[in-house]
T-cell receptor, first 112, second 113 residues
Framework: SQQGEEDPQALSIQEGENATMNCSYK?????LQWYRQNSGRGLVHLIL?????REKHSGRLRVTLDTSKKSSSLLITASRAADTASYFC????????????FGKGTKLSVKP | DTEVTQTPKHLVMGMTNKKSLKCEQH?????MYWYKQKAKKPPELMFV???????INESVPSRFSPECPNSSLLNLHLHALQPEDSALYLC????????????FGEGSRLTVL
């Protein structure tokens, strides 16, 4: 079953612009994570935000979490062509034994 | 480079074949996962092993048979698959019991003819 819903489904921007992706989820969570996947490759963990945190930064990434709205956003600043990939949010629910449920993903294309 | 190694990278098999996908990690993680990913879709959880015991089976058909021989290895045995089982199969590992970061392999691309 799917927990998260990202929007937009696809996003195309120019190099240097910022990219914002949103994720909504349905149940109570322990944390929310963002992963990146280059075409046909494995997923790479980007950042984790806990349910008691509201904002987190890592390099050019900024993640926010609003548990009252059950939503999160991922901002990539000063995008580069190498950021072209699919981005998935993933949630770990309370008592879920450690497994993650992934959202549908946003396909980001950054044009040089 | 990923610290989770999956073999083979590509596999083509007929519907009557028996094959296996293999996954190995040496990070000391005691939870290992199989996910299935169809084109343009998110990964879907298939199985979770925690301390070498199967803890989650997400109603996966019996033609997929997981095996965890030890804390570093995870296999997925395939038998009598259907063309719709063609997908990218992803292995991941983590520390068990907490929904922390998953470390993924690069996947095995399976094509069933």
């Amino acid at each position: 079953s799917q927990q998260g819903e990202e929007d937009p489904q696809a996003l195309s921007i120019q190099e240097g612009e910022n990219a914002t992706m949103n994720c909504s989820y349905k149940t109570s969570i322990n944390n929310l994570q963002w992963y990146r996947q280059n075409s046909g490759r494995g997923l790479v963990h980007l950042i984790l935000i806990r349910s008691n945190e509201r904002e987190k930064h890592s390099g050019r990434l900024r993640v926010t979490l609003d548990t009252s709205k059950k939503s999160s956003s991922l901002l990539i600043t000063a995008s580069r062509a190498a950021d072209t990939a699919s981005y998935f949010c993933a949630t770990g629910s309370r008592g879920s034994q450690g497994n993650l449920i992934f959202g549908k993903g946003t396909k980001l294309s950054v044009k040089p | 480079d990923t610290e989770v190694t999956q073999t083979p990278k590509h596999l083509v098999m007929g519907m009557t074949n028996k094959k296996s996908l293999k996954c190995e990690q040496h990070m000391g993680h005691r939870a290992m996962y199989w996910y299935k990913q169809k084109a343009k879709k998110p990964p879907e959880l298939m199985f979770v092993y925690s301390y070498e015991k199967l803890s989650i089976n997400e109603s996966v058909p019996s033609r997929f048979s997981p095996e965890c021989p030890n804390s570093s290895l995870l296999n997925l045995h395939l038998h009598a698959l259907q063309p719709e089982d063609s997908a990218l199969y992803l292995c991941a590992s983590s520390q068990p019991g907490r929904t922390g970061e998953l470390f993924f392999g690069e996947g095995s691309r399976l094509t069933v003819l």
